[in-house]
C-alpha cells in the first residue's frame, strides 16, 4: 500500500489549507488513518485519527476546534482541514495508516503505513 500526501503549501497566520492523502494497493476502508506532524528539528506529534469508517475521530489539543480529520472511503482519500492557521503549527505533515481499524492512536509506532510528508508554513 502507497500513502501520498498533498496539499501543503505557505499560507499567512488565521488562513486555511486542505491536506489530503491518497492511499493505493488497497482501499481506504481497510485501515484507520491518522495524521502526524514533525515541526523541523522536533519529534513527530499526533494531530487527529479516524477509524476505518470515520464515525469516531480524535484530535490534539492542540488543533482541537481548528483542524478536522474526515475521510471518503469511495475516493480513498483522507482530509485535514486546517483552519485558523497559526506559525506553531509549521511543520511536515504526515499520512499514516493502521490495519487495526478502530484505533485512535496517537503514538506513531502503531502506524504501520506512512507517507511521504507535505509541508506547511504558516507565516506571521
Known amino acids: 500500500v502507497q500513502l501520498q500526501a498533498s496539499g501543503g503549501g505557505l499560507v499567512q497566520v488565521g488562513g486555511s489549507l486542505r491536506l489530503s492523502c491518497a492511499i493505493s494497493?488497497?482501499?481506504?476502508?481497510?485501515?484507520?488513518m491518522a495524521w502526524f506532524r514533525q515541526p523541523l528539528g522536533k519529534e513527530r506529534e499526533f494531530v487527529a485519527a479516524s477509524v476505518w469508517s470515520g464515525t469516531m475521530t480524535s484530535t490534539a489539543d492542540s488543533v482541537k476546534g481548528r483542524f478536522s480529520i474526515s475521510r471518503d472511503n469511495a475516493k480513498n482519500i483522507l482530509y485535514l482541514q486546517m483552519n485558523g492557521l497559526k506559525p506553531e503549527d509549521t511543520a511536515t505533515y504526515f499520512c499514516?495508516?493502521?490495519?487495526?481499524?478502530?484505533?485512535?492512536?496517537?503514538?506513531?509506532?502503531?502506524?504501520?503505513?506512512w507517507g511521504q510528508g507535505t509541508l506547511v508554513t504558516v507565516s506571521s
Open positions: 499514516a495508516g493502521s490495519e487495526h481499524p478502530y484505533t485512535r492512536s496517537s503514538t506513531p509506532s502503531d502506524y504501520a503505513y
Open positions: 494497493g488497497r482501499p481506504l476502508s481497510s485501515y484507520a
